[in-house]
């Protein structure tokens, strides 16, 4: 199914619920990539993948929606990789990111005893953190 109007605006009933609280470049990122991927493969899990990896290359999932990076790349090892890579994904938190901003995100999402929390421990908390907005918020 299209994401985007013929003149290239996301339609808003198609976008996941997290894209919908997200700014407008966010979801023209999110619905473009989609339609052309869509497009080019034939397959709506291929461009469903390939619209959030293009959106993970500037935004990161912060609750139940994405926020712009303060740096642009690969949001995770399984983004740095590609297609042909199977490595565990960080399901859009940023594990990229240094860990004084993963602390400072694990701050605003409240997360319990993040002060004695390894990079890694953040960045899975704040995925859980993440997992748990968008299921309130549905």
Do not use: C
């Not at 109007?5 to 339609?11: E, L, N």
């Not at 976008?15 to 869509?38: G, I, M, N, V």
């Not at 409240?110 to 995925?127: N, P, T, W, Y």
């Amino acid at each position: 199914m299209p994401k985007t109007t013929k003149s290239g605006k996301p339609i808003q009933d198609e976008l996941p619920s997290t894209l919908q609280k997200s700014d407008d470049k966010a979801q023209r990122t999110f619905a473009k990539t989609h339609d052309a991927a869509q497009e080019q493969y034939g397959d709506d899990e291929r461009a469903h993948r390939a619209a959030y990896a293009s959106l993970k290359h500037s935004y990161e999932k912060i609750g139940d929606h994405w926020e712009e990076k303060d740096e642009k790349g690969p949001s995770d090892a399984q983004a740095e990789g590609g297609v042909d890579t199977n490595r565990p994904t960080a399901g859009g938190v940023d594990a990229n990111a240094t860990k004084k901003h993963l602390y400072e995100v694990a701050q605003r999402l409240e997360v319990d005893g993040r002060s004695s929390m390894s990079k890694d421990e953040l960045v899975a908390a704040i995925q859980k953190a993440n997992d748990a907005a968008t299921r309130k918020n549905r």
